[in-house]
């Protein structure tokens, strides 16, 4: 389903017709509707923009036909079984093919005074070298009219331009903006390098719709890009490097200046009046497609080593990315601190974890708050971990950083009575 689709079915998108700077325009409304869709459709030097699209839990989950605990499951289910995707000929994507590539063009937004530049935020990014296909989001700067830096964290991309540089050769990318749900999210999961996302993207779309993702072969690179984007960017990693930043990230946060590789982009193919996705660095919409869809990883290893797992999840208040809390139906004395182990294990930039019982709505942030105020003591619940990989995110790691893990749950040999709410 396209975003137009989905749009259409909300009934709660803020429609601004006033004429928008794409220049640090786009970020004050974005900040005064953070739950709700935005789509700036006057934006200066032409085009319209949508932000905030997927900016709560229950508006993705109802996009994808679940509720909000089952998303986790739905999206650990497609990373355990996925599906493959289905080529069609046509898209409404390739109506359009520009070969005289004017980044400038498009809306680009700049959404912080510190920012470097102009960033695109919602592209994610297919490549394919030597049979191995890779999605992932990445930032990218633009820096001229068929230039741009990009953020490749040493993950998959970075492996495969790596593989690609080794041979003397540019890594073929295509950046697709505007993508549907599913696609989305599987490219923000982790799974092994050679899991191919877009099959995490299929099996998500057939959970929800019984359909598998379409998919249509770019004619410049034959690279696959899901039929649903508004807009694709042709081009190549090069073997080169420029500074990439200052960029305010997920935490709110200044990323430093680093080199990067360069982006050259060839070509580029559009619907007709697309529409330019942006996630806004540090808003909502952010915390959700980059955290939600780490969920999942730590839900899987947390159910291997205690069984009853009512969820799982990545706070707000914690950027969606550092802090979460485990709803676990202990079985022994010790199993939370298990839990507190393996949520770590499940995703590396975890900081704080705390484990409640399954009577505790891990959702709920009072409810949390409230079993650790009665079912927690420190010199007794409290792990920490000193000296761990955190999060480059933190400025408060130096390096590495200290996790805590804090067991919130009732001890196995209490009198469990004593420990009920009864209001
Ligand atoms: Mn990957």
């Known amino acids: 389903m396209s975003i137009r689709s989905h749009l259409e079915a909300m009934d709660d998108v803020v429609v601004v017709e006033e004429r928008t700077d794409p220049h640090l325009g786009v970020t004050p409304h974005l900040n005064a509707h953070p739950e709700s869709p935005v789509m700036l459709e006057n934006m200066a030097g032409g085009g319209r923009l949508v932000a905030n699209l997927w900016s709560t839990r229950s508006r993705i989950a109802s996009a994808l036909r679940t509720d909000v605990p089952g998303l986790t499951r739905l999206i650990a289910g497609a990373m355990a079984s996925p599906k493959p995707f289905k080529w069609v000929k046509d898209a409404d994507l390739l109506d359009n093919q520009v070969d005289k590539v004017d980044l400038g063009k498009l809306p680009i937004p700049t959404f912080y005074k510190s920012d470097g530049g102009p960033y695109i935020t919602a592209g994610v990014f297919i490549a394919e070298w030597e049979g191995v296909r890779n999605l992932s989001f990445h930032r990218v700067m633009v820096t001229g009219p068929r230039m741009a830096t990009v953020r490749v964290v040493p993950r998959h991309l970075y492996a495969l331009h790596r593989r690609a540089k080794a041979k003397g050769k540019d890594l073929p990318v295509a950046i697709a903006i505007g993508s549907c749900p599913p696609v989305l999210i599987a490219a923000a999961c982790s799974v092994g390098l050679g899991q191919d996302e877009l099959e995490i993207a299929s099996a998500i779309r057939t959970a929800a719709f019984g359909k598998p993702v379409e998919v249509v072969k770019l004619p410049g690179s034959g690279l696959a890009a899901p039929a649903t984007a508004e807009i694709v960017l042709e081009g190549r990693l090069t073997g080169k490097e420029a500074d990439e ?107 704080r974890v705390i484990v409640v019982d399954d009577d505790i709505d891990p959702f709920d942030d009072r409810q949390v708050e409230w079993a650790l105020a009665t079912r927690f003591q420190a010199h007794d619940d409290m792990l920490v971990i000193e000296g761990a990989r955190g999060s480059s995110l933190d400025p408060s790691a130096s390096g590495t950083t200290s996790k805590l893990g804090l067991d919130a749950t009732i001890p196995m040999d209490a009198d469990r009575g004593l420990f009920k709410r009864l209001m």
């Open 245 to 351: 930043g200052p960029f305010v990230d997920i935490t709110g946060t200044i990323d430093p200046v680093r080199q990067q590789p360069v982006l050259e982009v060839d070509r580029i193919y559009h619907r007709t009046k697309p529409i330019l996705h942006a996630i806004l660095p540090g808003g909502y919409e952010h915390y959700m497609l980059m955290g939600l869809p780490k969920e999942p990883a730590i839900l899987k290893s947390v159910m291997g080593v205690v069984p009853e797992v009512r969820g799982v999840r990545l706070t707000e208040g914690g950027c969606c990315w550092l802090h979460a809390v485990v709803s676990i139906k202990a079985q022994k004395q010790g199993d939370a601190k298990n839990a507190i182990l393996a949520a770590f294990a499940g995703h590396a930039s975890l900081k």
